[in-house]
């Protein structure tokens, strides 16, 4: 046993029991106080226990205990602690280890600094570097070959806490920011939790009251977070296995998680990747990974501009995915806005319960002055191997998708103010496009399978429907350069227009692989087309004002085409074309010009034609 106590101010103590029980492994021990009132305390029971404590300046306190204190024993040996608290005062240490191979580094340059240090395993290392000033750094580990880091400096003033009971685990955590906190538990095996809040070293501009919390209960989970913001909260808890959660807050007030408890990153399921980046401010992102394989990004960048006087302020954007399958991945994007085209209070949310499927939400306002945009996307995928592409820039935009069948794939793009698109897919191969470059337009398309829609509106005020309840239809509506309605599918209908819509078309599709083609460039458009047999094609093209078409076929093989380009045609006020045998044909065009308005009804036509081969 050699013990080593050189004290050199005033008013320091230094205790030192070492116990041994092997004559040939002896105990070391070295204190060096250089300052004033300082005290030391080492107590090593058994043998080959390493002590060194240098504190040169005031006030600091050290105590460590190595070993068991059982006669006879020799189940702990080969710890090393040291300790050097030396520009700062009040600094205090606690080293406790009681397995072997045990190594625990404490340095404290700061003041008023805390350190606690218990090792109850095997091989694990410990190292706390504290220059800041009022630190709290707490590391319990009880498994094998742990590692944990903790550095704490710039006046952190923050609280770190590391709990490793598992095996192999690692754990980094510096802390710059002011009254951070950070905790990393580890239960599991071979875990990695790599943990930055605040900024670079020695910044003059430091962020202040982040907090974190990463919770690793499976095995081979890696985190990696970076809060360079302010404010900033964030709980991540993996306990599935070979999980990858990578988080990026430079912002002011973002969050993925509280620190009440709500986890913001949720891994229960294996070889899942989340990442989430929010370089904006008041932000929050969730993400739920219940299944294997799966893969969601959300990317926030937006500002709180401009920001609204009086109250608390509201979180500026909401982003949601949760992902129950399997092999999915979604991404979803929130950025832009200023103070003249804001981009606050936008959400999106994204509900994978399938396997296979691939959704993507952007959301934006580059172009239309507001103090918000308030856009909204909701994506739901219970089915597999589903596409879904939801891109929203402008202000209050609805957009809301569901796939429920397999092989599913819809694209839906906002462009304006007001806009509001409803997909359901719930059967399986299916194909929707819904283009709005509007302002106040609604689109609803409403899928069987192997279907095909495409609805593009161009114009203001328009609406447009498409049911297609049978199997390989085919259905298009284009509305532009006025306000329109369009309907496709089987069901009831009025011809008068809603308050606020000028263009309608309707299109009902109930039979198999039938194709409708409708195209409405004027204003006060209404169009209906009904087809409920099989092979059945229609085309309406409507470019006047005033305009109203109805095609209903209800045989197979029948074929309609009406073209109307004057102003006050008046298409069958009832229905226009109605052929419920097979093999019809019939076509229409009316190009008069109606310039008397006091006939708003110009020109009618009637055909029916109810038998076969006509």
């Known amino acids: 046993s050699i013990s080593t106590v050189t004290q050199s ?11 041994t029980q092997t004559q040939l492994l002896p105990n070391v021990s070295t ?13 090593q029971f058994d043998d080959e226990q390493t002590s060194s404590v240098t ?103 923050g609280e770190a806490t590391v709990t490793q009971s598992g095996n192999l685990n690692t754990s980094m955590i510096t802390q710059t920011s002011v009254d951070s906190v950070a905790e990393v538990n580890q ?6 939790a790599d943990l930055t809040q605040g900024r670079n070293a020695g910044n003059p501009f430091q962020t202040n009251s982040q907090q974190a919390l990463i919770v690793q209960s499976g095995d081979d989970n890696r985190t990696t977070a970076e809060q360079s913001g302010s404010s900033g909260d964030l709980n991540v808890n993996q306990s599935g296995d070979r999980n990858e959660a990578d988080v990026l807050q430079s912002g002011f007030d973002n969050s993925s998680g509280d620190n009440t408890g709500l986890v913001g990153i949720d891994q229960s399921g294996n070889d899942n990747d989340a990442t989430v980046n929010q370089t904006g401010q008041l932000s929050e992102a969730f993400i739920v990974q219940a299944g294997s394989n799966n893969g969601a990004t959300i990317n926030q960048s937006v500002g ?37 085209t804001s981009a606050r209070l936008m959400s ?46 402008g202000v209050l935009n609805i957009a809301t998708v569901s796939q429920t069948g397999d092989d599913n794939l819809s694209d839906v793009d906002q462009t304006g103010t ?11 191969g299916n194909i929707s496009d819904i283009d709005q470059t509007g302002d106040n337009s609604i689109a609803i398309v409403r899928q069987a399978d192997s279907n095909f829609s495409d609805i593009d509106q161009t114009g203001n005020n328009q609406q447009a429907l498409v049911d297609q309840d049978g199997t390989g239809n085919s259905s298009t509506v284009t509305q532009s350069s006025g306000d329109g309605f369009g309907f496709v599918g089987a069901g009831t209908f009025t011809t008068e227009l809603p308050a606020g819509i000028t263009s309608q078309a309707l299109v009902l599709q109930g039979g198999d692989d039938n194709t409708s083609t409708l195209g409405q460039s004027g204003a ?64 229409v065009t009316q190009s008069g010009t109606l310039t008397d308005f006091s006939f708003p009804r110009e020109n009618t036509v009637d055909v029916d034609q109810f038998g076969d081969d006509n």
Do not use: H, K, W, Y
Not at 187 to 192: F, I, K, P
């Open 304 to 340: 709180n501009a401009p920001n609204p006087p009086g109250g608390p302020d509201p979180r500026v954007a909401n982003a949601s995915i949760t992902q129950n399958g399997d092999s999915n991945t979604s991404t979803i994007d929130q950025f832009g806005g200023d103070g003249t």
């Open 55 to 157: 504190q040169t300046s005031n006030g600091n306190t050290a105590i460590v205990m190595q070993g068991e204190s059982q006669v006879g024993t020799d189940l702990t040996f080969n710890n090393n602690s040291t300790i050097d608290q030396g520009t700062g005062d009040g600094n205090t240490a606690n080293v406790t280890q009681t397995s072997f191979n045990g190594e625990s580094d404490i340095d404290q340059q700061g003041a008023g600094n805390d350190a606690s240090v218990t090792q109850t395993g095997r091989d694990n290392n410990s190292d706390i570097d504290q220059t800041g000033n009022d630190a709290i750094a707490t590391v319990l580990q009880s498994g094998a070959f742990n590692e944990s880091d903790i550095i704490q400096t710039d006046d952190s003033g």
């Open 9 to 19: 101010g005033d008013g320091n103590s230094a205790t030192v029991n070492q116990n």
């Open 348 to 393: 999106a949310t994204n509900v994978q319960n399938g396997d296979d499927n691939s959704s993507t939400i952007s959301q934006t306002n580059s172009f239309v002055p507001a103090a918000s945009s308030g856009n909204s996307a909701t994506v739901t995928q219970d089915g597999d191997n589903g596409i879904s592409t939801v891109s929203q820039d």
């Open 524 to 587: 006060s458009n209404f169009a209906v087309i009904d087809q409920g047999g099989n092979d059945n094609t229609s085309q309406v093209s409507q470019t006047g004002d005033t305009t109203f078409a109805s095609v209903n076929q209800g045989g197979d093989e029948n074929f309609s085409s009406l073209t109307q380009t004057g102003f006050g045609n008046n298409f069958t006020v009832g229905a226009g074309i109605v052929q419920s045998g097979d093999r019809n044909i019939s076509n």
């Open 418 to 428: 007001g806009n509001s698109a409803s997909l359901m897919q719930l059967g399986a």
């Open 187 to 192: 239960s599991g095996d071979r875990n990695t």
């Open 31 to 43: 204190i060096d106080q250089s300052g004033d009132t300082n005290i030391a305390n080492v107590t």
